[in-house]
């Protein structure tokens, strides 16, 4: 007759095994919803001050203000050649393909650092002071936002490199790594808020 403990125990197939990287998964995303909840507030901050002050001469955006649109659309690129690079490194690595998906990540973080360096360019070439205007502070904070979230998706990246370089994110077992490129997402998303508010919209 069966004892209790043997009746309650659970039997795993041969070949299967639980993939690890849940709770990382989980943890990126609600990190990543409050990341597009502060782009959405930023964004309503942005429009409501640029509304309220008005545009035109002596508007909103001050007479010296010089925009470089090349930066900026590079810092755009940028942003999306990472999150373009990190998801070629996890499709690598699903079909076991290490060396591809290492270049990825690797890829990743280089594209995720011109962004972030695109992005300081445009602040320090704007040579305006923060506490002068709306649109100073307007423009600092989105600025600051881009390079921040630019740079988690940087460190994310060189996590995902380590971790494909120690076999956790190989084969079946991808949660690491999509937990690694909702990070990267989120700093591209930055880019383009940046792209659409200070050179679309203005």
């Not at 690129?77 to 490194?89: D, I, K, T, Y």
């Not at 305006?128 to 740079?151: K, P």
């Not at 988690?152 to 076999?167: D, E, F, I, K």
Request: hydrophobic residues 55%.
């Amino acid at each position: 007759m069966a004892t209790k403990a043997q009746t309650n125990t659970v039997v795993t197939p041969v070949g299967l095994r639980r993939q690890s990287g849940n709770s990382a998964y989980l943890g990126a995303l609600l990190v990543a919803a409050a990341g597009f909840v502060f782009m959405a507030a930023l964004c309503g901050a942005y429009i409501s001050v640029r509304n309220f002050v008005g545009i035109g001469d002596g508007g909103f955006i001050p007479k010296e203000m010089k925009f470089d649109n090349y930066a900026g659309f590079m810092t755009m690129v940028s942003g999306l050649g990472a999150s373009a690079s990190a998801e070629w490194a996890l499709i690598s690595a699903k079909v076991k393909q290490r060396r591809w998906a290492l270049g990825g990540y690797g890829f990743a973080i280089l594209l995720g650092l011109g962004a972030a360096n695109s992005a300081w360019f445009i602040g320090s070439r704007s040579a305006l002071v923060a506490a002068d205007t709306a649109y100073a502070i307007s423009f600092y904070a989105v600025i600051a936002t881009t390079i921040g979230f630019v740079l988690l998706g940087v460190l994310a990246s060189l996590l995902g490199l380590v971790r494909t370089m120690g076999g956790h994110i190989f084969g079946d077992n991808v949660l690491l790594g999509r937990a690694t490129n909702v990070f990267v997402h989120l700093g591209t998303a930055a880019s383009l808020v940046m792209f659409f508010l200070l050179f679309t919209y203005k």
